[in-house]
Structures are given as C-alpha cells and as structure tokens.
C-alpha cells in the first residue's frame, strides 16, 4: 500500500469538521479523523486553488476504469446524491478533502479499494 498523498485542510473547515466529528460516529468518521490530523492547515485564503475544500465542485478519475464524475464536496445535511452533493461522511468525500488536481490516493470504497485522481477544482464559495 503506497503512503497517502500530502493533503490540505482550510483552518475553518477543519473546525467545523471537528465539531461534526462530535456528534459522528462510524468507520469513515474515525477516517475523517485522521485526515484532519495528518492534514496541513492554512486559513482558507491561503489554501491553494486547485485543493478541495468543502463547497468545492470537483470532476475525479476512477484511475483503473477510466470513469469520471463532478460532485460537489458538502456537510452531510447539504447532501444530495442525485444533484452530485456527496457528503464529507460519505467515503468518495472524506477520500478526496484536501487533494489538489493530478494527486491520486487510494480510498476504500463500497466494494473494494479504488484508486481516485483529481481532474479539477472549483471553489464553491470565496
């Protein structure tokens, strides 16, 4: 298994998802866990453009089958699957905060491990 790609984390979403961490429980809540604490944090405005952050919109690579998909990386009460809002509880969420574009990481998913690559990033919000 390769080590997972360097990530970073915007300071205010890192609170807010400390605090939902609270009241979160489960496999990918102990995930998001980690990523936060392996995460290097920068105020919002000093994260890089091309890093997903939350409100992101983002178009990822299956890297194995080709596939591609945009989704819009959200809170889990801003979830929505079929307008592409995927939770940041959700595993395609929690695997892909912090990525910037052209890094791979390889995620657990829902039957079987995937290996996923940024094709681009848009900021949701300022």
């Not at 936060?36 to 983002?58: C, F, T, W, Y």
């Amino acid at each position: 298994m390769t080590s997972p790609p360097p990530i970073i984390i915007a300071s205010e979403d890192r609170a807010a998802l400390l605090q939902l961490l609270g009241d979160a429980d489960g496999v990918v809540a102990d995930l998001l866990d980690t990523e936060l604490e392996r995460a290097e944090v920068l105020p919002l405005s000093q994260v890089p453009a091309d890093v997903i952050v939350m409100d992101s919109e983002v178009e990822y690579e299956e890297v194995l089958t080709g596939r591609r998909r945009k989704l819009q990386l959200v809170y889990p009460r801003q979830a929505d699957s079929s307008a592409g809002r995927v939770s940041i509880l959700a595993p395609l969420g929690c695997a892909l905060l912090g990525l910037r574009v052209d890094q791979e990481i390889d995620w657990q998913m829902p039957g079987g491990k995937r290996r996923l690559r940024v094709l681009t990033v848009s900021r949701g919000r300022s």
